[in-house]
Each structure stands twice: as C-alpha cells, then as structure tokens.
C-alpha cells in the first residue's frame, strides 16, 4: 500500500475513547470465561500428571479407578491420534502437541499428562484420578540450558535434531539459526571499547489470572463442539481435529471471554483430552486447570543463556556487535532462539552484526509463546551491554542510541532494509520527556532501553452484516484479548459513517467465517483493523450500488460521505444524499442483505520500537528494588482508542518489571518446579509498582489503511534492561542474571554470603 | 458422602442448598448455584478473583468451606449493581479501562468497594496496599488505582 492512500488525519471515531461493548458484563459478573460454561448432563475431567522430571511410563492401571462411583470415562495415549507422527524440528510439531497433551512412552516434565478421567462431579473426578495407578521408571534429567548442552547430558528425545544444527553438537540441541552481515572481527578492531558479557535468564510464566478450561462434546459420530478460552479457536479445531483423527469442520470450536493469555492461550493443552473423553462417555465433558497444573503443565517462556559483544568508538559509534543466544522450551523443539536472535541488535544500524541462537531441549513444560516470544531477553543482554559501554565512555545513553539507530532505508541486523519505522521518534520523545530531565534523589538510579518486536499480519476473515435499521453485527475472529472489540467497532463506524454505538462486534464461532490465525503476533488491531476496514469498504460500495440502481445512475457515480450515498461526478444528476438506514430499511426489496466481508493474509505489519525510562531505588540492607517512577514511549503507528493503547503499554511495562524483579521457575534437584503457585511465583501486585506514564508515538504503517502497527507485545521487551540499568546506577552493581531477586542483588552487592 | 444443608443470604436474597462438606463457598457459588461472577484464579487465597464479603468482610470465597456459610451474609459482584444502575466504581472502571482482560475485576471491585466503605477518602498508598491481595496481570494496576480514587472523589462529593 503506497504511503499516499494512508488516512492518517480528519477522523470521526478513530483517536476517540469510546467505553468498550464488553465493559458491562465485566462489571456485573455476566461475562462467560472458559470456566463459566456448563451443559446439560455434563462430567468434570480431571488430568493424572507425572510427578517425575523424566520417566520411562511402565503401566497405567486404570481398572480401580474406574470401578468407582461416579466414574463414566478414561483416556490415556491409546485414545489419541496413531496418524500423527513425529519429524525433526518444527516439522514434527502436531506430534510434539500431542505428545505434550498426553504423554507416550516416558513422562519428559514433572507435570507431563499421562492419563485423564471423567466422572460426574468434580469431586468425583479428583477422588478417582488418585486411584490411577503409574508405574514409573525414573529416568536421569536436565532442566538447565547449558547443563543440557553439556556433554553426558542426558538425551531428551534422539532425533529430534534438525540437520541445520552444527556437527558434534549435543543431541538436546534441536534447532540452530545464523544471521548477519559484514565483518565482525574487522568491525571489533575499529572499536575503542570491546565489551562482552554472558547473561542469563530465567523461564517465567505468562501469569494470566484465568486458568484454562474448556467444555468439549464430541459423539461416536465425529460431530462435536468445544468451548474453550483461547488465542485462537480456529487453531483449537485444526489441532483437536488431528489429535483425535476428525474431520476439521465437524468440530465448531467457540471461543469464551479470555481472562488474559499473552501468548500462553496460543497452545492447545486440555481441549483434546475433554473431547476424547465426552467421546468414551457420550456425554460433555468440561475441564478446568488448577493454578498448579497452569504452572507445572503450560508453557512458560524460554530460559536464556546468551554472551554478547559490542564494539564501540568513542564518539559513541557502535562498530560491531555479535551474540550466542541458548534457549531452552522445555522437553520439544520450538523455544524462540530465532526472535531471539533476530531482535537482539535490530534497533541498531550496524555495518558488521552477527547472531547465532540454539534450540536446547530439556525436562521442562513445552514452552509456549509470551508477549513478543524471545525478544525480552536479547534486549536485556544486548542494552546491558550498551549501558556499560555509555558508562565507561562517558556518553549519554539516549544521544548514543540516537546516534547508532536504526532508520527508514538501513539494513537490519537480521537482513532486509527497514521500511518507515519510528525508533528515533521514541528515542527523540523520551529525550524531551520530562522524565528524563528530573534530578534523581540519593540512592536512587535511572536506566534507558530500547525494545523491538516484528509484529504479524496472518491469515484473516471478517464479515459485516447491516440490520434492516441501519446498525451493523460486525463478525470477527481474533479473541479479544485486550479491547479489540471497541477499536473494531470504532474503525467499522468509522468507514460507515454511523455511530460507534450503532456497530456491534463479536467474537464468532468456527463455522461462522473462514479461518483466522491466532490473536499473537500483535497483529489483531492490525489485520483484523484492516479486513473490518475493507469489510466496511465493501458493504459500502452495495450500498452504493442500490443508490445507484434507485436513481438510475452509473455505480461509479455514487460515493459514500457522513453515512449518505450521495451522487458524484458531472453526470450523477441531482439527488438527496440517502443516508444508509434508508437503504438498509429497504435492502430485502432492492437485491437482498447487504453484507461486507474481506478475507486474506495482510503482510504489511509494521515493526514496532519503544523506548523506556525507569527510576529505582535498592535496599542495600534487604536487597529489594523499589520502582519509583516508570516511562514508557513507544511507536503506535496509530492509536485507535488511545486509552486501550496505554492499557498495552502500562501491562507490558508491569510484566516486564516482574520478569525483571521477582517471577522465575525454580526447579529442585529432583526436576520438579518448587514454585508453582502465586504466592512463591510472585507477579506484581499493586503495592508494587508506581503509576506507569505513557507516550503514544505516532509513525503511521504504510502497511495499514489508518497506518496501525501493533502495540501489544513491544511493551515488554525494553523493561528487564532498563530496570537492569537502572540498579546498576543505583547500587554500583550489575546484575546479568535475571530475576534480580532480594538473595541475587545482596549477593552481588557482597553484603551477605 | 452425605452432604449439608446450608441456609444463608446471598446479595441479600435467601439462599438454601446442600453442599459436599469438602466445597469451598466458591464451588457453592458457580457450580451449585450459578454465580459465576466470582472467579478461581488459584483456589489458594492468593488472587483475590474469588473475593466476595461475608457479613462485610472481605474473604476469599476459595479458602471458606460452603458448610461455613450457614448464617452468614454473603455479598458477590452480582449484587454491586442496583436494579437501575450500575455502582459508581463500576461505571468508573469501564470509563478509565481498569479492566482489559476482566477476570479480575469481579473480586477487584468487591474489594475496592468494601475499601470504599470503611475509607471514603483512601490515599493512593491505601487503595493499592488494599487491593494488594488481589491480582491483575493484563492493566499494571495504574488504571484501576486512578478509577478507585476517582470514584471516591465523586462518591464524596456525592453525599
């Protein structure tokens, strides 16, 4: 799309703060998440888990368990899919999926399903699940990265190596990328300054407040239904379906109202087990995780082991800059070492850049996506890394960014030439922040880093219907996971001419619209944002059509203008605009319903950049970091509800302080996480954290027709560096190990042993 | 297992039903009597999604046996609405988006408007060490502190 037919001014709707369509039945308790559904006749599931890290499944016996009362159904692996098979790599990912849902031969995860049973109270279920007997055959583990590298490692899965990776490399390691440009050792030596520093972090959770759930009923004749909270029910159905050798549109998958999933509700983990086992009973079948299973059995996101180098000229030039980054997801292929990779040096314009990231398997849960997957960690070691550099040269830490930024028409670190992007306008924003000119009090330190996240278009269909009264239903299938429904709805009325109140979007079920791609990527306000907007545009020209054929005059001499056909061009004769509820009113009469619909695969997701600034103070006695003062800028493209928009900045900011304070996954020496709940895996709390301000910076997409890039996920990538930097200006010592715990910093401080 | 008779109050309403000595008020409420407002987020006490007031004590309906609400006055977010409207602090979290996601907002606004009631004038410290115990993941907390202390203003003004 050429820059010129961007609209990027003169809105009616756009840029307003409309309250939301599902803002009251939140309110009251009416809205229905995955949980809140219940069926006729209905059983509650319950999942038996592996208590071991890594064994060898010798015997299920099921038989007392199903003697009990109550009791109507099991699975185990036996009622899966014996079609799917495994493949190196990502190429064997539906059989990783299943593997992951129900456990074959070995348990590979302390939380790993090995059976499932279905009974007619959840009581019942939970009483009959400890009656299925496991007999296991313990086998050696590794839960960490490097450990998991390491020669004598004991060995996943053999095989699984995809042919990329480099000869003589560990069998865990899975999957190996390599990108960038130029002569990094010939870059290094121009430099004044070489730094180079290992960093690691550790795996944390997605966190949302919801466990999953779903109610599945699937009949002996292949025909079923789901409801579930998900990312993406289109994926929910494609998976079930193949799990479970069904055909896909015999499956109608309805996505409930999702209590939050930041990339953890793009995976499919219970839905295939409540269906298999509604299809043993005949009867529904509904399963709701505990907040132990949510941490033990769902992906978190990778944990990192990364060394990075750059080069730096006095001036503040960066000369070159490379990175090893190792990622582990746990016991399948799939941790995000490429976004990794790929992220690390992208806001920076570099002539010689290289990147290698690894793919490490190892006896944790199948990682699964967490806001810009990959991304958090190579920002922290790589703005670490440039924070020291600012420090030992004496160079403010925004004007060297600004100098070194990357810009329209430069070569990104991981290959193609930037398109229009607006790093140097965060950059610029933050600068003349007055964040950034206050004084800091004693004790306390301030610390700045950029962030960068792709964004995704992918596949996408929406539908718009008009109402005989001149009101549009507005069908859309990416799950709502942040106020997409409002800025759909803004962006429909928008293209109409008719009030936001008069369009009401929905989140519509499998057998309503052509495929949809997950709500990730950030991509929902974009693609979807687009297709609502062409939707809307072909809604209108029908309804410019029956203008056209009431007045007797060509299509083409009719335009849409405040909601009115109205007659256009030299030979369009005079007649009264006719606003759209006058032809709805008549639509029956004069052709039938008028319905828009777009269906395609945008690809012109702009990238999106942030730059953020963070204030803290250390408690050199106890260890702990307080955030006093948080800013947050970062590149929208354009903001369709400006408030749902600093909603994504103020939650990724939050997370991303968690990520950098307090939440990891710890496991014991036995392999099984020691911390899975909210009171030892602790994500922020409101007495936490500071009011987080926000800056919305506007660097209109040549890829949309508003010129929206997406918001949710870059929010999170600049946090853990930013707060890194920042302690280390505060307490004179940098920590390269994330979280930065109490018991971490008092170490790093030498205070206690 | 035989089950107990429990006879109590819910958002004023009364209430009689038969409950596992084992369930948890929470278990009452969405599964017997279709309350689903409140939520499970842990079913350990450590996120408040659950929160609902017994005799105008904030608890967690997830760590209270439905046995023990046998006398007892139990208040959920169903009951925060009036017939006619909505309570101020729910129009107020809709306008200021303190909820994105909106499965904490339940126990979020059972707490904030028991706060409300002991503390008409709570300072911004008060609001978020009192809604400390419960959890939002999606918002950061900034919007949901300023909704609470803005509702206080206009519910001070108000009277």
């Known amino acids: 799309m050429a820059l010129d037919s961007l609209k990027t001014d003169g809105f009616k709707q756009i840029g307003t703060r409309p309250d939301r369509p599902d803002g009251v039945d939140k309110v009251t308790g009416r809205a229905r998440f995955g949980a809140d559904m219940t069926a006729p006749g209905m059983l509650w599931g319950v999942i038996v888990r592996s208590p071991h890290a890594h064994a060898k499944i010798v015997k299920i016996d099921t038989s007392a368990a199903e003697a009990m009362e109550g009791v109507k159904a099991v699975v185990t692996r036996a009622d899966f ?163 479970l050798d069904l055909e896909t549109s015999q499956l109608r998958v309805t996505a409930s109202e999702i209590g939050g999933g930041f990339g953890g509700k793009t995976a499919v983990f219970i839905e295939p087990v409540a269906l298999a086992l509604s299809r043993k009973a005949n009867k529904p079948v509904k399963i709701v995780m505990n907040r132990a299973d949510v941490f033990r059995a769902t992906g978190p996101t990778a944990s990192t082991s990364m060394d990075v180098k750059i080069g730096m000229k006095k001036d503040g030039t960066m000369t070159a800059a490379t990175g090893v980054f190792r990622c582990q997801g746990g016991a399948f292929p799939g941790a995000p070492m490429e976004f990794t990779s790929m992220c690390a040096f992208a806001p920076y314009n570099l002539a010689h850049v290289k990147q290698i990231g690894y793919d490490v398997m190892t006896n944790r849960p199948k990682q699964a996506a967490y806001r810009a997957p990959g991304s958090p960690m190579a920002a922290f070691a ?112 928008e293209e109409l001419g008719i009030p936001y109140e008069n369009v009401r979007c929905t989140v519509v079920d499998t057998a309503s619209l052509g495929y949809n791609e997950i709500s990730h990527g950030s991509r929902v306000t974009y693609a979807s944002g687009l297709a609502t907007i062409k939707a809307a545009r072909d809604a209108v020209k029908k309804l410019c059509a029956r203008a056209a054929a009431k007045w007797g005059i060509d299509e083409d001499a009719v335009k849409w203008e405040d909601g009115c056909a109205v007659p256009s061009g030299p030979n369009a004769g005079e007649h009264e605009p006719m606003p759209l509820a006058k032809i709805t009113a008549k639509m029956g009469a004069t052709g039938g319903p008028i319905v828009g619909h777009f269906e395609a695969t945008p690809e012109g997701a702009g990238v999106s950049f942030a730059t953020h600034i963070v204030d803290s103070e250390v408690d050199k006695e106890t260890g702990k970091t307080t955030i006093t003062r948080y800013t947050v800028v970062q590149d929208a493209g354009k903001a369709i509800h400006p408030t749902y928009v600093e909603g994504q900045y103020q939650g990724g900011a939050a997370q991303g302080i968690g990520w950098a304070l307090n939440e990891e996954y710890i496991y014991g020496e036995d392999g099984r996480l020691q911390n899975a709940g909210f009171l030892d895996y602790r994500i922020p709390v409101a007495s936490d954290l500071p009011m987080i301000d926000t800056v919305i910076v506007e660097v209109p997409n040549p890829g949309h027709p508003y010129g929206v890039r997406g918001v949710g996920e870059t929010s999170i990538c600049p946090p853990l560096a930013a707060i890194a930097n920042a302690v280390s200006n505060a307490s004179g010592v940098r920590l390269k190990q994330l979280p930065m715990s109490p018991p971490r910093i008092l170490k790093a401080l030498g205070t206690h042993d | 297992m035989s089950k107990v008779h429990v006879t109590t109050s819910i958002n004023g309403d009364p209430v009689e039903f038969l409950c596992d000595p084992r369930e948890t008020v929470l278990d009452v409420l969405r599964d017997r009597l279709g309350l689903t407002g409140a939520k499970e987020g842990c079913g350990t006490g450590d996120c408040g999604a659950c929160s609902v007031t017994v005799d105008g004590r904030l608890v967690c309906s997830c760590l209270m046996l439905g046995a023990e609400a046998e006398g007892k006055e139990i208040g959920t977010v169903e009951g925060i609405a009036t017939e006619e409207a909505l309570h101020p602090l729910q129009k107020k979290f809709i306008e200021y988006a303190a909820l994105q996601c909106g499965v904490c907002t339940p126990g979020i606004l059972v707490a904030a408007k028991n706060l409300l009631e002991r503390e008409p004038d709570p300072t911004e410290e008060q609001v978020r060490y009192w809604l400390a115990g419960n959890l939002c993941r999606c918002t950061g907390y900034d919007k949901i502190i300023r909704a609470v202390m803005d509702t206080a203003a206009e519910m001070r003004e108000a009277s």
């Open chain 1, 81 to 243: 899919s014996t079609k799917v098979q495994p493949a190196p790599g990502m190429r064997g990912e539906m059989w990783n999926v299943l593997e992951n849902v129900m456990a074959g031969e070995k348990a590979l995860y302390d939380g790993h399903a090995v059976a499932a049973i279905a009974a007619t109270s959840q009581l019942a279920a939970r009483d009959a699940a400890k009656a299925i007997k496991v007999e296991y055959e313990v086998l050696p583990h590794v839960t960490d990265v490097d450990k998991a590298m390491a020669e004598g490692a004991p060995v996943i899965r053999e095989g699984t190596a995809e042919k990329s990776v480099p000869e003589g490399m560990h069998p865990n390691v899975v999957r190996y990328h390599e990108s960038g440009h130029g002569d990094p050792e010939a870059g290094f030596a121009e430099a004044d300054l070489v730094i180079e520093e290992t960093f690691q972090t550790e795996a944390t959770h997605q966190g949302y407040i919801e466990p999953h759930a779903c109610l599945g009923t699937l009949g002996g004749d292949g025909k079923g239904e789901l409801w579930c909270c998900t990312q993406g029910h289109w994926n929910v159905q494609k998976v079930c379906a193949a799990l």
């Open chain 1, 382 to 493: 790589v703005e670490s890394v440039v924070d020291q550099l600012c420090n030992q040269l004496g160079l403010d830490p925004i004007d060297t960014r600004l100098k070194n930024a990357s810009r329209e028409g430069t070569q990104a670190s991981f290959g193609p030439k930037w398109d229009r992007i607006g790093l140097v306008e965060t950059l610029e924003a933050a600068k003349a922040h007055p964040h950034y000119a206050t004084p800091l009090k004693e004790g306390q330190g301030r610390g700045v880093s950029c962030g960068f996240w792709f964004n995704h278009g992918g596949e996408t269909a929406v539908s718009l219907a008009l109402s005989e009264d001149g009101t549009a239903q507005l069908a859309v299938g990416t799950p709502d996971i942040g106020g997409s429904r409002a800025s759909m709805a803004m962006m429909a009325a």
